[in-house]
């Protein structure tokens, strides 16, 4: 049940550096909560007060933004891959 | 207050990078996101003091309003490629045509790279430099590469751009002729746009739309201060502005509130208005919906240059929108074609898709009664029609082929226009 996270740069003072971590879980909540407890308080660096994910962070699972799919609900099988993405503008 | 870095000279007024959300500050560096809650950093400023008659007798270009920008001073006479200063056109034959009263175009195809995007470059030039990078980079759907890969040039600095494959012809050589490095990836803006928030993590790189944003953004302020300026110091009644990341939308509404706060112009009510193409409109969708958060899209649409499926900057554009009675609409991409022949033909302006989805939301507001037709309106035209030639070419042919004979000529003239 092994799932990859690829860390952004501002979240890697939580992971001691570490651009990928492994964790486990059935869903993307699940997941997450697994993150912080390996973690403890990256979670809510992810989410907000609600435990909804925050507005300016982009999460795609297999490449795909999750709110095309489940949001914290999207399963996250073993073998899938995870990134989190701070938001940034365009043009 | 947080401390400017020790190496960096002083930014102007600019004396920190302030979380837009949770208002926690960080020194002036090429970070774009809060450590606390992700959301976007903006640069904050001492209170600062300017005249009409110091910007009148500075730069001709968008440097006359350095003092209000993250640059450090004397960007006027540094290497690059001094925007700004566009026309501001008095469209009095597209305001008959509509039924309105008083229509300004603000023409930004006159910059250097023939789009607005010239101005933000310049700002996270500055600040490239600043920061010591002999590398700037960006994700782009087409007006951004030209303009970084020009200003790049100029400066004598190395560029690397990331585009969508499928970009019009007319981006790809008019970004590629300045010959830095231009990689096209087999996928959308948003796609590229994650790709390079990856490589900037591990790349000692200016990317001005990431690590450089907060500055990059503020250059967008420059079209309203102008805009003011070249009424003769006034703010209009309303402006419609093309809305991609959201982030022109919402710098114009900053400049009009600074000049509102320096004295610069009288207080006066405006209105925001935002265009979108309906093929890509996650923003006019969460507008017209009443919510605060944005759901991404896949774009597709004519009007690549706005075709940003996860607008970042879509809650303060509905912000901005919401707290001046404005609104948000979209138009299909017929109604983009129409709104840049119908400039084309009344006023002599040929703007790209993004000011035809301009043009084709006004119309649209006007004739929905979202927008009064005796408000003195303005609207942003942020890029050059030859840049996106695909889009009219259909509809704009010759209006007859003869052979080089005078009796075909004269067989064929009607005397009307297309």
């Known amino acids: 049940m092994s799932i990859s996270v690829k860390v952004p740069t501002i979240l890697r003072t939580y992971t001691d550096g570490s651009a990928e971590v492994t964790v486990t879980g059935d869903t993307l909540a699940d997941a997450i909560a697994d993150l912080d407890a390996q973690f403890p308080g990256i979670g809510a660096r992810v989410l907000d007060d609600d435990g909804k994910l925050r507005r300016f962070v982009n999460v795609y699972v297999n490449d795909d933004d999750v709110r095309f799919l489940e949001d914290l609900a999207t399963p996250t099988p073993a073998g899938t891959s995870v990134s989190i993405i701070p938001a940034v503008a365009g043009g | ?418």
């Open chain 2, 1 to 418: 207050m947080t401390a400017q870095t020790a190496t960096s000279p002083a930014l102007g007024a600019a004396y920190a990078l302030k979380c837009r959300e949770c208002a926690a500050e960080y020194p002036l560096d090429a970070s774009y996101a809060c450590l606390e809650c992700f959301g976007p950093l903006e640069v904050a400023y001492e209170p600062t003091v300017v005249t009409r008659e110091q910007i009148e007798a500075g730069p001709w270009s968008m440097w006359r309003y350095e003092s209000l920008l993250p640059v450090v001073p004397g960007a006027g006479s540094r290497p690059g490629l001094q925007p700004g200063l566009t026309k501001l056109v008095k469209a009095d034959n597209l305001a008959a045509a509509l039924g309105a009263r008083s229509v300004w175009v603000k023409d930004d195809s006159g910059n250097p790279t023939h789009s607005f995007k010239d101005r933000v470059v310049a700002v996270a030039l500055e600040n490239a430099r600043r920061l010591g990078y002999d590398t700037i980079a960006c994700a782009s759907t087409g007006n951004l590469a030209n303009a970084v890969a020009a200003a790049a040039a100029r400066a004598g600095l190395k560029s690397v751009v990331f585009v969508p494959s499928n970009l019009e012809a007319g981006k790809i050589v008019t970004t590629a002729v300045y010959k830095g490095t231009l990689v096209a990836i087999e996928g959308n803006y948003d796609d590229v746009n994650r790709l390079c928030s990856e490589i900037a993590a591990n790349r000692h790189w200016g990317f001005v739309n990431v690590n450089l944003r907060p500055y990059y953004a503020e250059g967008s302020k420059t079209v309203g201060f102008e805009i003011a300026e070249q009424l003769g110091w006034r703010l209009p009644d309303a402006y419609v502005s093309p809305v991609a990341s959201g982030s022109l939308l919402t710098k114009v509404d900053k400049a009009f509130r600074e000049l509102t706060k320096l004295g610069l112009v009288d207080e006066h009510e405006y209105q925001v208005f935002g265009a979108q193409a309906t093929g890509c409109s996650p923003v006019s969708r969460a507008f017209q919906d009443g919510l605060d958060i944005i759901r991404p899209v896949k774009p597709d649409t004519i009007a690549k240059s706005l075709a940003i499926g996860n607008p970042a900057d879509g809650p303060y554009a509905i912000d901005a929108v919401r707290r001046t009675n404005g609104a948000i609409a979209d138009v299909s991409d017929e109604e983009v074609v129409e709104g840049i022949e119908l400039l084309a033909r009344t006023e002599g302006i040929f703007a790209e898709t993004a000011g035809g989805v301009v043009v084709a939301t006004y119309r649209k507001l006007l004739k929905e009664g979202l927008i009064d037709p005796g408000a003195e309106v303005v609207l942003l035209n942020t890029g050059d029609g030859l840049k996106t030639l695909d889009a009219v070419a259909p509809t704009s042919q010759p209006t007859f082929t003869i052979s080089p004979s005078y009796d075909d000529f004269e067989n064929n003239y009607t005397g009307e226009n297309a």
